[in-house]
């Protein structure tokens, strides 16, 4: 269930700094320093994970310095009730529309079995969480000093 928690935490809190309903995207994005295939993505296992934001860039410094910046303006300010609501409130009507098909039922299920929960954890969790959990979940795994930054140039 804790593992589930972490997720659920984590997930809301990229959604909140970097989903594309955003300010920071539609800023990024105004701006000409992120594509359409940004993302925020994360990855949790008992003892280990890691989460990532980024996507093609002509500018990859100026968009690692304003991702960078915007988990420390988190950090500072807080997550906005407003925010986490709405991102919330999206989880959970996405977390009720999987049981309409199979298809998607099933890696959930799934995931949630060799994590050793079950989907009634993810549902505790979606319900449970607030904002100052994920605030402290950006605390935890987000914290800008231990960010690693890759950047491939095109061939």
């Not at 700094?17 to 539609?26: C, D, E, I, N, V």
């Not at 890691?50 to 303006?73: C, K, Q, T």
């Not at 989907?119 to 607030?130: C, E, I, P, Q, S």
């Amino acid at each position: 269930a804790a593992l589930v928690r972490r997720r659920v935490e984590l997930s809301i809190a990229g959604e909140i700094l970097f989903g594309t309903a955003s300010r920071f995207y539609q800023e990024a994005s105004a701006d000409g320093i992120l594509e359409e295939d940004f993302g925020f993505s994360y990855q949790t296992f008992p003892g280990r994970g890691y989460a990532a934001a980024g996507g093609r860039s002509r500018f990859p410094d100026r968009l690692r310095r304003r991702i960078l910046a915007r988990i420390r303006e988190a950090l500072d300010r807080g997550i906005e009730r407003d925010d986490f609501d709405r991102v919330r409130t999206k989880a959970i009507g996405d977390f009720l529309r999987v049981f309409h098909s199979p298809a998607a039922l099933g890696p959930i299920l799934a995931s949630c079995h060799f994590a050793g929960s079950t989907l009634f954890d993810y549902r505790d969790a979606l319900w449970k969480t607030g904002p100052s959990a994920a605030l402290a979940r950006v605390r935890a795994d987000l914290s800008p000093d231990r960010c690693a930054v890759s950047t491939i140039d095109p061939v």
